[in-house]
Every structure is written in C-alpha cells, then in structure tokens.
C-alpha cells in the first residue's frame, strides 16, 4: 500500500534535548511538508521540500531543521532553540505543486516536553 | 495575502441532522479548494475539493460548491451519523509564492445519536 508513514506515534523530550521526527513516503512525490498543529489552531507549515537537496522555510521555521537527502525522506528534528515544541506534527506530501494538486497526509507525532 | 476563514466550533448535531460548516476564502487570482477531515489522533483525509468557479466536489455524502462570487465553499451533508464526529478542515492552494497550502484553523463536529 503506497502512503506516508511517520514515526514515532508519541514521543517524549526532555528539556534542551534535540528530537527527530521521521517521515517517509512510497508514493513517489516531488514535494514534501512538515506542519505542526496546537490545539484549535489550523495547521502552520514549518519547512518544505520540492525536490531531494533543497528545502525552504515554511511560516514558523524557528527552531526546526530538515534534510531531504532521499526522495523518499524528509525527517524534521526539533531542535532546543525551539521555546515551546509540545504539538502534534503532521507529514505531509503531494505530486507536485500545482494549484489542484492535493495533499497526502501522515498519521503524525505528538511530541510531549517532560 | 491568502487566508482561509471557518465557522468556529464545536458544532453539535442529533444523528441524520442536516449539516454546513462554512468556509470563505481571501485568495489572489484562481485558488484551489479543498476539504479535509481529521479524525481523533490521525492525520487529515482528502474530504474533497474543487478546482474552479461553480465545480461542486462531492464525497461520502458531502458537497461543497466552490462560489467565486461569495468567496465560500461551505461544507453540507444532508444527514450525518455518529461516524462523522470529527474536525474538518477548509484549505485552499492559490497562485504565488510556491502555490502553499493554506488551512482555516477547524471546525470540531460532534454527531449524537
């Protein structure tokens, strides 16, 4: 079955720690996304990839980084510069980017800081 | 810039109630539509969508006309079941910049027998 799978489900971390978050995706897309979702809120999007080796910023990159060494990965670690990380974050990728192109979406991460 | 603006929740419906959830849009030039739907710990499904003026996307029983004179694109069921409890999104991808998917923050869904 082609789609995108996150992992882990849950994850914990302590203060001033760096965390990464995986994803990776079998449908064969060009474009990939990392989104970070709070509670009541819509979805920011924090880094994005439109094709292996580049990556821009999203709307709330602060405190996050990416790779995209792999088209079939674009993990994102959560870095300590990163004031209030606790957030479900969800992967998303798409064909392409054009305007009626959709997105495919991740189960997601909830990260907890403890 | 482009934003997408939804009905705040929860919304709170008896089963086989008629649902909207409303959506309206600020967009430059032909955006893409789209609804998705969350359920409790997942990720977000394509619901469906709409690429132009007066398309109507349709899915599972749910409508959304994509209004260009009104700048809406509200969400309707006719009768919805307990299994539709969930958050759904409005979200639109419009020219610039790398045409970005833009979400509205959600509107939570509760259906009760």
């Known amino acids: 079955d082609g789609g995108i799978t996150q992992s882990p489900k849950y994850l914990f971390r302590k203060e001033g720690q760096n965390v990464t978050l995986s994803c990776e995706q079998n449908?064969?897309?060009?474009?990939m996304y990392w989104y970070r979702q709070d509670p009541g809120q819509g979805l920011r999007l924090i880094y994005y990839?439109?094709?292996?080796?580049?990556?821009q910023k999203g709307d709330i990159a602060e405190g996050y980084s990416v790779s995209r060494e792999k088209k079939e990965s674009f993990p994102l670690t959560v870095t300590s510069a990163q004031k209030n990380p606790t957030a479900f974050y969800l992967c998303a990728s798409s064909m392409g980017r054009g305007l009626n192109t959709e997105a495919f979406f991740g189960q997601g991460t909830r990260l907890t800081v403890v | 810039g482009n934003s997408v603006t939804q009905m705040e929740g929860p919304v709170t419906l008896s089963e086989e109630a008629f649902l909207t959830i409303n959506c309206t849009y600020t967009?430059?030039?032909?955006?893409?539509l789209f609804w998705y739907v969350q359920y409790p710990g997942e990720g977000l499904q394509l619901l469906l969508k709409a690429t132009k003026a007066d398309d109507k996307g349709s899915n599972k029983g749910f409508e959304a006309t994509y209004r260009k004179e009104t700048t809406s694109f509200h969400l309707e069921k006719g009768s919805v079941q307990v299994s539709d409890s969930a958050v759904y999104f409005c979200?639109?991808?419009?020219?610039?910049?790398?045409?970005?998917?833009?979400f509205g923050a959600g509107t939570r869904l509760a259906v009760h027998p």
């Open positions: 979200a639109l991808r419009g020219s610039g910049g790398y045409n970005k998917l833009i």
């Open positions: 990839s439109q094709i292996v080796n580049d990556f």
């Open positions: 449908l064969n897309h060009d474009a």
């Open positions: 967009a430059t030039g032909y955006p893409s």
